[in-house]
C-alpha cells in the first residue's frame, strides 16, 4: 500500500546511450597519449656529468681570466712606452748641460792649478783634452723599470718585443718590488741618469794631462827644464789667462 512518501527524484533508467557514444562512421576517436617515463640515469653516468660540466666551467674561466691579464699588461706596457719619450728628451737636456759644466769646471780648475800647462798649451787644449774623454765614456743609457713584484715577469715578457724601438742599444731592466700596487710602475735612469763613474772619468782625465805635462816646459830660453824641486816663478795669470 504507498504511503505517498515515495521518493520522486530517482531517475528512470536508460535504454540506449547515444547522447554518451558516439556511432558514427566518420567518427575517429582522439587518442590521448602516454607520457613517457622519467630517464633514469645511473651513479656513474651522473658523476660522468658533472665531471664534465665542472671540466668545461673551468676552461672557461682560465680563458677568461688570461684574456683579462693580457689586457692589463698591454695597459701597463702602453704607459711605459708613452713615458719613454719624455724620460729620453729630459736625458737629453741634462746630459747636455753635463757636459758644458763639466767642461768649464775643469779648464777652471785647470787655469788656476796648472799654469804651466796653460803656458805652454793653453787652456783651449785642455779643454779639448777633457771633451775627448767625455766623448769616449760609457753613453749606453741603462733605464729601470719598477712594477709589482706580481706584475715583473709579464711586463718583462711584453717588453721583448719592444726593446729596440724603445732603447735602440740601452739597457732595460725590469724589477719588482712588492711595496708597489699592481698596475702602477716607475721608470728611472740607473744610478740617477745615464751610467757614470766621476772616479773613472777623473782618472781619465788625470791621464791625459799627465801625458801633456810629461815633457817639463821651459818657462823662459835661458832656463832649464822645471823639475819637481824647481819654484814655479811664473807671473799670475789674470781672468783671460794673461799676465798680469
Not at 779643454?127 to 760609457?138: E, G, M, S, W
Not at 721583448?160 to 724601438?165: E, F, G, I, Q
Amino acid at each position: 500500500m504507498a504511503t505517498g512518501t515515495e521518493n520522486t527524484n530517482v531517475k528512470p533508467p536508460k535504454k540506449f546511450f547515444f547522447d554518451v557514444n558516439n556511432f558514427n562512421d566518420d567518427f575517429v576517436e582522439e587518442i590521448v597519449p602516454e607520457e613517457p617515463p622519467p630517464p633514469m640515469f645511473s651513479e656513474e653516468e651522473l658523476a660522468a656529468a658533472r665531471r664534465e660540466s665542472f671540466t668545461e666551467g673551468k676552461a672557461e674561466g682560465l680563458a677568461e681570466a688570461a684574456a683579462a691579464r693580457e689586457k692589463f699588461v698591454a695597459g701597463v706596457l702602453e704607459k711605459i712606452e708613452a713615458h719613454f719619450t719624455l724620460l729620453f728628451a729630459a736625458e737629453s737636456e741634462r746630459e747636455s748641460c753635463f757636459e758644458t759644466e763639466s767642461v768649464f769646471l775643469a779648464g777652471e780648475i785647470l787655469r788656476k792649478l796648472f799654469p804651466a800647462l796653460n803656458a805652454r798649451h793653453g787652456l783651449e787644449e785642455a779643454r779639448t783634452v777633457i771633451k775627448d774623454v767625455l766623448a769616449k765614456r760609457d753613453r749606453t743609457p741603462r733605464i729601470v723599470i719598477e712594477v709589482s713584484a706580481d706584475d715583473a715577469s709579464d711586463i718583462e715578457d711584453g717588453l721583448s718585443p719592444l726593446r729596440d724601438s724603445l732603447a735602440a742599444d740601452g739597457e732595460i731592466v725590469v724589477t719588482g718590488r712588492n711595496d708597489m700596487t699592481s698596475g702602477d710602475c716607475r721608470m728611472r735612469w740607473k744610478e740617477g741618469g745615464a751610467h757614470r763613474d766621476s772616479v773613472a772619468l777623473a782618472d781619465q782625465i788625470a791621464k791625459q794631462m799627465e801625458q801633456i805635462l810629461a815633457g817639463k816646459p821651459r818657462l823662459h830660453d835661458n832656463q832649464g827644464e822645471i823639475t819637481e824641486d824647481t819654484p814655479a816663478t811664473q807671473p799670475p795669470l789674470s781672468e783671460n789667462g794673461e799676465e798680469e
